[in-house]
């Protein structure tokens, strides 16, 4: 059963996941009209679908250790930006706090001595370090190719690549 505290930390984590999931997919609305950045939109349309994924995790969880799963209201997320650099800026800044917010609910669990929730935690705690990594690197990525059409072409023809790269440990396991 989870305390009370609990099930509220995970509640806000499943309306963070839910916010992620929207907050990426009108960034992929937003690509999908830029010219030539078909490669960031299916990025962002993946990111949006993979963090409802662990949404529904949270969710599922929850609900299986006799907790209730709210499903949340959402604010509108940002639809419009600057450029393809703040876009990828806003993702890590996103993914910073996501974990951050993963963090604070693991330093609870512990303090609770709820192992099976600390236990359940530690794949979002992989996840959001390969998140993290991934965001960094498509940023000094971009940091790089500055304005430079052709580089900006390059980026959003590799993406995918990034992404994958990013999902393998280090060492090339």
């Given at each position: 059963?989870?305390?009370?505290t ?20 009108a ?15 299916d ?10 994924i662990?949404m ?15 499903v ?17 800026e806003e ?25 099976s929730?600390h236990?359940?935690?530690q ?12 965001a960094?690197?498509l ?11 052709s580089?900006i ?15 393998t ?5």
């Amino acid at each position: 059963m989870l305390s009370k505290t609990i099930q509220e930390a995970l509640n806000r984590q499943v309306a963070m996941e839910a916010e992620s999931s929207q907050a990426y997919l009108a960034m992929a609305s937003w690509a999908e009209i830029q010219p030539g950045l078909d490669g960031v939109t299916d990025f962002f349309y993946k990111q949006s679908d993979e963090e409802r994924i662990h949404m529904l995790k949270l969710i599922r969880y929850i609900n299986e250790r006799g907790g209730f799963a709210v499903v949340p209201a959402l604010p509108q997320p940002n639809i419009t930006f600057q450029s393809l650099k703040r876009v990828f800026e806003e993702l890590l800044k996103h993914e910073i706090k996501v974990s951050e917010s993963i963090n604070e609910i693991v330093d609870q669990a512990l303090k609770e001595k709820d192992f099976s929730t600390h236990n359940f935690l530690q794949w979002y705690v992989s996840e959001q370090i390969e998140e993290e990594r991934l965001a960094r690197t498509l940023n000094d990525k971009l940091e790089l190719v500055g304005d430079d059409k052709s580089g900006i072409y390059l980026f959003d023809r590799d993406i995918m690549l990034f992404r994958t790269a990013a999902a393998t440990p280090r060492g090339g396991a």
